[in-house]
């Protein structure tokens, strides 16, 4: 079975995406893990709500970023995954951490990278006036948004539109893209060359 681990921290709709699928077997895998780096995640309660297993490791309790890495990656290792997804995971992973892992760690990333790495993504769109807008679905390396590209997909920005209905539009494009994609990487129709 295609073992996924899953990191977030906060909603979790993205990892709602992703339970949905695996239950719909459009994923045929299993989320063996959530971690949260956040107690207050809401992502976590979708966890338990769906009898995954699930953890709050909190980077405050720790003094170091290589100390919350080094819990982490001892954390995944119990479990072994296939794959570990970045989905809305909130922190810039170790260079330890990223080596341990390479070419199993996947993000999702509001923009068409290169364009805006980084946050505030929506905001830039609206500020910048830009007519398009997406999302990219990126291997995770030491370059922050900076890994192979695996997929995206664009949107038109409607004139006028706030930047809660493009973050909106935005989401519901992410929650079709990435269970596809997670879903290829199980079937191993995607790996790294
Ligand atoms: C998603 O839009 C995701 O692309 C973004 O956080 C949101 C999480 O939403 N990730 C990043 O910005 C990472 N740089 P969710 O918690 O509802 O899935």
């Known amino acids: ?37 956040n107690p207050e995640a809401y992502g976590i309660v979708r966890a338990r709500s769906s009898n995954i297993n699930n953890k709050i490791i909190d980077n405050k309790e720790f003094e170091t970023r290589e100390d919350f890495d080094l819990a982490l990656s001892q954390e995944i290792q119990k479990t072994n995954p296939d794959l570990i997804v970045l989905a809305g995971f909130m922190r810039i992973l170790t260079p330890v951490f990223i080596e341990h892992f390479i070419d ?29 807008h997406g999302i990219t679905i990126h291997f995770v390396n030491q370059i922050l948004d900076g890994g192979k590209i695996i997929a ?30 997670v879903s290829k990487f199980a079937d191993g129709s995607i790996h790294k060359d």
């Open 152 to 181: 995206q997909g664009e949107i038109s920005v409607k004139k006028n539109e706030t930047e809660e209905e493009l973050k909106k539009r935005i989401h519901s494009l992410e929650h079709i893209m990435l269970p596809k994609v």
């Open 104 to 132: 199993k760690i996947i993000n999702i990333h509001p923009s068409l990278l290169p364009k805006y790495p980084g946050l505030n993504t929506h905001k830039s769109v609206i500020e910048n006036g830009d007519t398009k």
């Open 1 to 37: 079975m295609f073992k996924i681990a899953v990191l977030i921290s906060g909603n979790g709709s993205n990892l709602e995406a992703l339970i949905d699928a695996c239950n719909k077997n459009i994923i045929k895998g299993k989320i063996d893990i959530v971690i949260s780096n």
